[in-house]
């Protein structure tokens, strides 16, 4: 027996700063976070103080913080849906898709009654390519949609995937679920894609977004939405220049559009 520590390692193997990431941002707490994070000093088994704080980060885009701060909520109650969830959302929003989709399976099986899960379920297994299981995902989203406003964009997603998966004869009866009359809430961006789907609305339209509150967010969405569109028309080149577009402005690079054409513009530029 050697007296000296041994351990099965490969020759040639990765450094150490490929593998550990401990950058963090320098951004102060904002005031919300100090005030909960005091709450938490008074009662640190607290698991919805935990989820709260990951909440506020979430707000400064601290989502590694978020991360942790959900990550510590679970380990005083690994059977909490919610907490999940929320973790498998910000895995999505700093690009882990495995392991949202991890978390996020886990959550649906501990409350498969939650919109929100299987919404962010479905959005994990498209931006893996993994489209079969997206359609799952999304299909029991829909079967658990229960306003108009949440209608849009799940037909939105779930039209998309199903164009991807070939299903065309579906996807367009799927739009039958949205029309002009349809009360889009705050996802007035999905029912213009829609509705751009369904033929009412030209493409070029879509990126007409005079007085947005937030026009780089404006234009990662209903670029991401027109740009896959030309996609799927094999209009390779435009949806190309597209994702460019979008990419140049990074002020909302942890919106949904702006990651889904992270992963699109990978794959054009390998030549896929």
């Known amino acids: ?18 593998q550990v990431h401990l950058n963090r941002s320098d951004l102060p707490f904002s005031e919300e976070v100090k005030k909960i994070e005091l ?22 885009m601290l989502f ?6 959900y990550s510590i909520g679970l380990t005083f109650n690994p059977f909490h849906a919610l907490l999940y969830r929320h973790r498998g959302h910000r895995l999505i929003s700093i690009r882990r898709f495995h392991e949202a989709a991890l978390d996020l399976e886990l959550s649906s099986r501990l409350d498969p009654t939650n919109w929100d ?38 037909v939105d997603w779930y039209w998309m995937t199903l164009m991807h998966l070939g299903k065309k004869e579906e996807a367009d009866k799927l739009l039958e679920l949205v029309s002009e009359n349809t009360d889009p809430g705050e996802n007035l961006s999905y029912k213009r894609r829609v509705l751009m789907y369904k033929g009412i609305i030209q493409p070029e339209e879509l990126i007409e977004y005079e ?45 949904f559009g702006y990651i889904a054409s992270v992963v699109a513009l990978e794959k054009a530029n390998k030549g896929k």
């Open 64 to 69: 590694r913080e978020a991360i942790e701060a």
């Open 117 to 154: 899960t299987w919404y962010h379920l479905g959005l994990a297994y498209y931006l893996l390519e993994d489209f079969a299981r997206a359609e799952k995902a999304y299909k029991r989203c829909l079967e658990i949609t229960n306003s108009d406003e949440l209608m849009v964009a799940i």
């Open 1 to 18: 027996m050697t007296k000296y520590m041994h351990i099965s390692i490969d020759k040639e193997r990765a450094s150490l700063e490929t």
């Open 211 to 255: 007085g947005a509150e937030f026009p780089e967010l404006e234009l990662a969405t209903q670029g991401y939405g027109l740009a896959n569109y030309y996609l799927l028309l094999g209009e390779k080149e435009k949806a190309k220049e597209l994702f460019e577009r979008i990419l140049k402005y990074s002020s909302f690079w942890s919106s």
């Open 39 to 60: 709450e938490i000093e008074q009662d640190s088994k607290n698991v919805d103080l935990w989820m709260k704080k990951g909440i506020a980060l979430s707000k400064q």
